[in-house]
């Protein structure tokens, strides 16, 4: 599956993620926020390495569950790449 993920600014320069399957606006209950986009079309699933530094728990499992997938914003998988 492609997905489009987004990002939002939160504190010490960090950053939490959104993942959204591809070409789909991100589902209202998520737009509360003022998301960026960081990446479009990207392959996820075992053999994509690129999501994975993004910090997204079970993004399929979250997908298949609500729409979407969101880093944990009070956890430990709290997005944490700094700005380019």
Request: negative net charge; hydrophobic residues 35%.
């Amino acid at each position: 599956m492609r997905v489009d993920i987004y990002r939002r600014a939160e504190s010490n320069d960090q950053f939490s993620y959104l993942a959204v399957p591809a070409g789909r606006v991100i589902p209202e209950e998520a737009t509360n926020t003022d998301w960026e986009t960081e990446v479009r079309a990207v392959e996820m699933g075992e053999q994509a390495e690129q999501v994975r530094h993004y910090a997204i728990p079970q993004p399929e499992e979250q997908i298949a569950e609500k729409g979407y997938a969101i880093t944990r914003v009070n956890g430990a998988a709290n997005g944490s790449r700094r700005k380019p």
